[in-house]
């Protein structure tokens, strides 16, 4: 390591605390190559005694390192440099562009634009988070755009409000209020353009360079890459049957000044936070003055009983903010999704919002207003739950079928995605790549993992595969996943 870095190289400048100099070094040594995909780091203890500083500075910097993705833990071995990241090094440099641009940049843009962006294949067999686009009624959809553009005023094709257009906002606020349990009017709604831009605007908003957020672990990578993006100290949170553990979250980091959650599904073990943790994260945020960003992405797909009320029902004290998008029950495509902001954020989100892109598109958010008052949208859903139902089935059937003891899934009551465990020991990022190359695009649950090491496993989306689809990637499966210990 001494090789990699010296305490020379860390710097002098004494206005920066160690534990970012060394995690600015790491982040370095791993981009230039310096830390070779793979490459295990020396222990924390061995890495503070040759740096000449404190366990902790270590165990902080590379904390902060896999939660960026850069690094991940594996259980019993240590720690490494992620085997994926000559991918993310390529994407991020191409983003940053060639030395004399990144010299251009500000830090901020440096920053934002060396966020991996962790995007998975979407067309791929298994990939988690995409919908039955085939299934998507688009003559309808092709209907009411066109009745749009007849029948609105030309106004419609200008420049609108940029918190989002009213009679979709009314909308959302119904049926937010009716299925979710939210408490909002459409003057608490704010259109945005998809989950991830409602992400990233709360993180730029509320967030101070440097200031403590509690993330998921493991959890979506989105939400971490646009906190991140921000200048957010990321507070990896462990979660387990019941969610977020709140307790570890309190002892961890007090005074964070934001959270982000899944609590009625999370992603992507599919648990839900439990009513006695939700109280407890409630009262913390209320006298911690900490934000409660609630990401309710694919609540609309539960199969089994209802789903939890939200979070944001609960709070009485304007902390939480709720975040719904139209990605899951629609399409992707589409980026549009919403907040549901405390009264007092509002004016604020709206302006930037407006100076970010000058709001979403009028002509698609007047189709999708009329889509969900006609209640095509409930008739869309209730169709695509029996699908998704029939799908899950097909996929629990043949792996109990031909996985037997080798890859376990466990249904979780809702999503378009189940985990799938494997053996105690198996490497799952090993196994993700070799399916991939058999064109199969389930992620390791490594990969969602920030500091903890999880039981391996794979994520697999099975929404967008046809039953016919399911049985032949499974049998796929049965060729390359490692045969049943004896
Ligand atoms: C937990 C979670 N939040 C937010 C999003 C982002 O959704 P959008 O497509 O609306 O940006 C996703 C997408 O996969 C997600 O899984």
New binding site residues.
Partial sequence: MRAVFSPVSLGRDSSTPMHRRLAAELREAVLDGRLAPGARLPASRELARDLGLSRNTVLDAVGQLVAEGYLEGRARSGTFVRSDVPERTARARRAVGPPAARALLSSRGRRLAAVPSGAEDARLPFCP?VPALDEFPRALWARLTSAVLRREPAQRLNYGEAQGYRPLREAIAAYVGAARGVRADADQVLVVS????G?DLVARLLLEPGDPAWIEDPG?A??RAALQGAGARLVPIPVDGEGLSVHEGRRRSPRARLVHV?PSHH?PLGCTLSLPRRLELLEWAKAARAFVVE?D?DSEFQYVGRPAPALQGLDTAGRVLY?G?F?RALF?GL?L?YLVLPPSLVSAFAKVKGAVDQGAPGVEQAVLARFLADGHFARHVRRMRVVYRERRAELIGQAQRHLEGRLDIEPGAAGLQVVGWLPAGADDAAIAAALRRRGLGAPPLSAFAVTRTLRPGLVLGFAHMRPAEIRSAVRTMAEVLPSRPR
């Fill in positions: 988070g998809g989950a991830q831009q992400l979506y989105g939400a899944c992603y990401d992405f975040l998008t990605s992707p980026r999704a």
